[in-house]
């Protein structure tokens, strides 16, 4: 049994890979990946594995971006902290999950659903659609509540140019050139901004659409962003996902 691991966090990681030992010695954790961009590369170029397990939010996007880049053609356990809600969304998919941190029981309840999955592969097809529509619901955040010195400002969505990471802190840029800390890792934002008006360009920065002024295309397939107001450093896209960010610009 040959079992693939795609986690961003070293230590779930370590604590995963040992339990999977603990429960299925026999098996083999062929590869451990912690980003998007690493796992479909992998994924691109080998045979598929028997199982994989994978982290939802990952260091440059969600684990379910991999579906949408590269046919994922082996059962999938998911492994996250996110609540209750979306555990029942992937029960109904047949699709098992895993809270964090990971109890000894649950996952060998999840080697078992495995195991009857495995004799019915047609039962485990997983649905992307159904994974967008639980990660990123139609409820969207319409405006943020930023502070200014002893002030709180509302700003509106449509207001806002993009977001970006810089020394462990937050910020948003708005059109006007306006620059605020935001109370919210990109993770988060990402999960609370409509997809179809903004797009997580890589692990430190989400644009709006707006705000894209001109795209080049790199000789390695990378795709250079120019964004207005200007960003203080280069963006670009990944060569895995500038198809994505062109239908994005595209729709």
């Known amino acids: 049994m040959k ?8 230590p779930a990681a370590r604590r995963l890979m040992g339990l999977i030992q603990e429960h299925r010695p026999l098996a083999e954790i062929v590869a ?10 992998w994924l691109q170029n080998n045979p598929p594995p028997d199982l994989a397990f994978m982290d939802i939010q990952l260091a440059d996007g969600l684990s379910f ?3 949408e880049a590269v046919p994922v053609k082996c059962p999938v356990i998911f492994t996250t902290a996110y609540d209750e809600y979306a555990i029942k969304a992937f029960k109904v998919n047949s699709i098992d999950y895993l809270l964090k941190p990971i109890d000894k029981g649950e996952l060998a309840t999840a080697f078992a659903k495995y195991d009857t999955l495995a004799q019915k592969p047609q039962n485990g097809t997983i649905d992307v659609g159904e994974l967008i529509k639980v990660f990123r619901p139609d409820t969207y955040k319409s405006r943020f509540l930023v502070k200014q ?8 969505v449509e207001d806002i140019a ?15 050139g306006n620059k605020y800390i935001v109370d919210y890792t990109i993770e988060q934002l ?15 920065v989400i644009t709006s659409l707006e705000a894209v002024k001109d795209v080049h295309i790199s000789f390695n397939g990378k795709l250079k962003v120019y964004l207005k107001p200007d960003l203080s450093e280069e963006l670009f896209v990944s060569r895995e996902r500038a198809p994505e960010f062109k239908n994005w610009l595209g729709n």
Request: hydrophobic residues 45%; proline residues 3%; without cysteine.
């Open 190 to 204: 990402e999960g609370k901004l409509n997809p179809e008006k903004f797009f997580r360009a890589n692990r430190k």
């Open 149 to 156: 010195g002893q002030r709180l400002i509302p700003v509106g």
């Open 3 to 10: 079992i693939v691991v795609i986690e961003d966090e070293a």
């Open 32 to 41: 451990h990946f912690d980003s998007v961009e690493t796992a479909v590369d």
């Open 65 to 67: 971006d991999i579906f």
């Open 162 to 176: 993009y977001f970006y990471a810089e020394d462990k802190l937050v910020f948003m840029l708005t059109n006007m």
